[in-house]
């Protein structure tokens, strides 16, 4: 079984960067063979992908967040990474990652709140 685990979330005005860590542990797991994307769910609002990278290493992101949000990934460490950068109000979400193409069980996600 594989655990999830999101960190790095908070409050921060708009205009701001957070840079979002996802922590991927268990056993059988080859963190370097798979891909991986971070999505964010809104209140009242569906789950959404909103960054990908694959195993090779190539990006996709939503037209959203695109040119203000990297996905990167380490595999020392099994650790995906979301950097955020000059967030928006409507970027406020409970972000996850997960693995692509076929998901783990979701991790508790991380609250991330664009207010001024």
């Known amino acids: 079984q594989v655990q999830l685990v999101e960190s790095g979330g908070g409050l921060v005005q708009p205009g701001e960067s957070l840079r979002l860590s996802c922590a991927a542990s268990?056993?059988?797991?080859?963190?370097?063979?798979?891909?991986w994307g971070w999505y964010r769910q809104a209140p009242g609002k569906q789950r959404e992908l909103v960054a990908r990278i694959t195993s090779g290493g190539s990006t996709n992101y939503a037209d959203s967040v695109k040119g203000r949000f990297t996905i990167s990934r380490d595999g020392d460490k099994n650790t995906v990474y979301l950097q955020m950068n000059s967030l928006k109000p409507e970027d406020t979400a409970v972000y996850y990652c997960?693995?692509?193409?076929?998901?783990?069980?979701w991790g508790q996600g991380t609250q991330v709140t664009v207010s001024s």
């Open positions: 997960n693995s692509l193409p076929s998901p783990f069980s």
């Open positions: 268990g056993s059988i797991f080859r963190f370097r063979t798979m891909g």
